[in-house]
């Protein structure tokens, strides 16, 4: 079964600082991960995803986030932070319909992390 | 423009009241979903619907009744639901790609 811990459940960092959200998962084979981001009373949005190739993935709003195997994990990184990015982030682990995952492409979401910015 | 759209986006009802909540995509998905998400909880996988098959019903209370007369259209049909009930109920859509979903703003339900 694959699953997903985000372990800071809220960060806070000041305006134009750096931001990493970390993000550990659980799968036997090559995920399917996503960062998706949320503001309050709104649906999730999808920042990026990585199903193959480069490990680096650029995202909108200037996020990235980078996999590593070897870790399990898929950091989500800004290089400076806007007041306007304070917003619950979720990581997600997905099994592409041909590495065997469900036939409707089941996402497993981790617990998000609250991001406070401070001016 | 997300794609999925859902209504009402505010639902305040009583206990012995009956509601439907509607969700509608027009991406050409072949997937639907309904999550609940209360305040300090984790999301909470409530039904998916693929090929308008109910293929997932994670223990759901049945007060709580969906249903997906198409693949472009998905409902959750609402009756006696207690103040617990309260949350804000998401809707999304997928591919069976895998390509990650699509959701909706949400429905802000309160139970009185």
């Known amino acids: 079964a694959q699953s997903v811990t985000q372990p800071d459940i809220h960060i806070t960092v000041s305006e134009g600082a750096s931001l990493e959200l970390r993000c550990n998962y659980s799968y036997g084979a090559t995920p399917y991960l996503f960062w998706y981001v949320q503001s309050p009373g709104q649906g999730l949005q999808l920042l990026l995803k990585?199903?193959?190739?480069?490990?680096l993935v650029q995202g909108i709003k200037g996020f990235e986030a980078e996999f590593k195997r070897s870790q399990s994990s898929f950091n989500l990184r800004k290089p400076s932070v806007h007041w306007s990015d304070a917003a619950e982030y979720f990581c997600?682990?997905?099994?592409?319909?041909?590495?065997?995952?469900?036939?409707?492409?089941?996402?497993?979401f981790g617990q998000g992390t609250i991001l406070t910015v401070h001016p | 423009e997300t794609g999925v759209t859902q209504t009402p986006r505010h639902l305040v009802m009583g206990m012995t009241n009956k509601k439907s909540l509607k969700c509608e995509q027009h991406?050409?998905?072949?997937?639907m979903y309904w999550y609940k998400q209360s305040a300090k909880k984790p999301l909470e996988l409530m039904f998916v619907y693929s090929l308008e098959e109910r293929v997932e019903n994670n223990s759901v209370p049945s007060r709580f009744s969906p249903e997906c007369p198409n693949s472009s259209h998905l409902f959750l049909h609402l009756h006696t639901l207690q103040p617990e009930d309260s949350a804000l109920y998401l809707c999304a859509s997928s591919q069976n790609t895998g390509d990650g979903y699509t959701f909706g703003s949400g429905t802000r339900l309160t139970v009185v």
């Open positions: 990585y199903f193959s190739g480069d490990t």
């Open positions: 991406l050409g998905h072949n997937a």
């Open positions: 997600a682990v997905g099994a592409g319909r041909d590495a065997g995952g469900t036939s409707y492409g089941k996402l497993t």
